[in-house]
């Protein structure tokens, strides 16, 4: 088991930016992909980024590339989402989640709200 706690959401005006954090605990996570999802009011959960824990590869929805930069500290077991040049359009609750390398995403926080206000 992988537990999960976010952290870092907020309200933030459009051009801002905000800075996710996601504590893992339960399990060494050397064969684990972490990522970030969010769902927006009425929409589906939506893939945002995620990173290998091991090699740190990366991968990043379009709408989010060269905007958001998702990166780890093996030492606090600990995946960040830096969210720069926010848009209204980010606003959702953005959740936690990680997999082993051989599934799908499993593991899940309890979310965390970001607003941009226009």
């Known amino acids: 088991q992988v537990q999960l706690v976010e952290s870092g959401g907020g309200l933030v005006q459009a051009g801002g930016s905000l800075r996710l954090s996601c504590a893992a605990s339960?399990?060494?996570?050397?064969?684990?992909?972490m990522g970030w999802f969010r769902q927006a009011p009425g929409q589906e959960r939506e893939f945002v980024a995620d990173?290998?824990?091991?090699?740190?590869?990366?991968t990043y929805a379009d709408s989010v590339k060269g905007r958001f930069i998702i990166s780890r500290d093996n030492a606090k077991n600990t995946v960040y989402l830096q969210m720069n040049s926010l848009k209204p359009e980010d606003t959702a609750v953005y959740y936690c989640?990680?997999?082993?390398?051989?599934?799908?995403?499993?593991?899940w926080g309890q979310g965390t709200q970001v607003t941009v206000s226009s």
């Open positions: 990173i290998s824990w091991s090699l740190g590869w990366t």
């Open positions: 989640t990680a997999r082993h390398a051989t599934t799908t995403y499993s593991y």
């Open positions: 339960g399990r060494t996570l050397s064969s684990f992909y």
